[in-house]
């Protein structure tokens, strides 16, 4: 669990240990194709991944292996996007952050595989760097940081206004969390952006 300061949201993980948060019942999942498309207020199951919904009612949810989950909270709405290097190379960031006509408050990222592990061949990089503010200086030869990509494509949209919370967990030097690239697993993380409950405020702060 990851605790969002001042925002009154924590980011869940369920992953592959036993040290797991509890998904939610309220948590909203779509049909994940690694394309750019954001939905608003799904009902869940559609095919897109990304999506916009009303805070304080919805669970935002994603289900990511290596790939990049992505949250963004603003006054009245919370999205999540699933951002691998085709999300990436296509938009969904911009698309996401786009879709809300009000100040970004918050922009979240879990974990996924780290800009050191991620090797990748040029076709990949250079799909994502095409349009990365850093045009690849701050990728490691043969890599790619999906995370970092990621944070510098929202402050170019939307400047410095808003924070950022960042898990730096690695998925695949991680033994908590699945990783298709370390075992080829069909597993996949769970995570979600949940208002916090006053019961799970008080463990966390006793943890």
């Known amino acids: 669990m990851l605790i969002i300061p001042g925002s009154g949201c924590y980011m869940g993980v369920s992953g592959a240990d036993d040290q797991s948060d509890s998904v939610p019942e309220s948590a909203v999942f779509l049909n994940q194709v690694h394309s750019n498309r954001i939905v608003v207020n799904p009902v869940g199951g559609e095919t897109a991944d990304g999506m916009i919904v009303d805070r304080h009612s919805r669970v935002p949810a994603l289900k990511v292996a290596d790939c990049l989950p992505v949250f963004a909270l603003w006054d009245d709405f919370a999205g999540a996007a699933h951002a691998g290097w085709r999300g990436l190379a296509g938009g969904i960031v911009e698309n996401l ?8 408050r918050w922009f979240i990222t879990g974990p996924c595989i780290c800009g050191d592990c991620y090797s990748v061949g040029e076709e990949v990089r250079n799909a994502v760097i095409r349009n990365d503010p850093s045009a690849g200086r701050d990728h490691l030869p043969g890599r790619v940081d999906l995370r970092g990509s990621a944070i510098r494509r929202a402050r170019k949209l939307c400047g410095e206004q808003f924070k950022v919370a960042a898990s730096g967990e690695c998925t695949l030097e991680s ?19 949940a208002e916090i409950e006053r ?4 463990r966390q702060l006793n943890d």
Request: charged share 15%; glycine share 10%; aromatic share 10%.
């Open 199 to 202: 019961g799970e405020h008080i």
């Open 97 to 104: 952050l786009q879709a809300v006509d009000q100040p970004l």
């Open 175 to 193: 033994a908590n969390l699945y990783s298709f690239r370390s075992n080829g697993t069909a597993g996949r993380n769970i995570l979600w952006l």
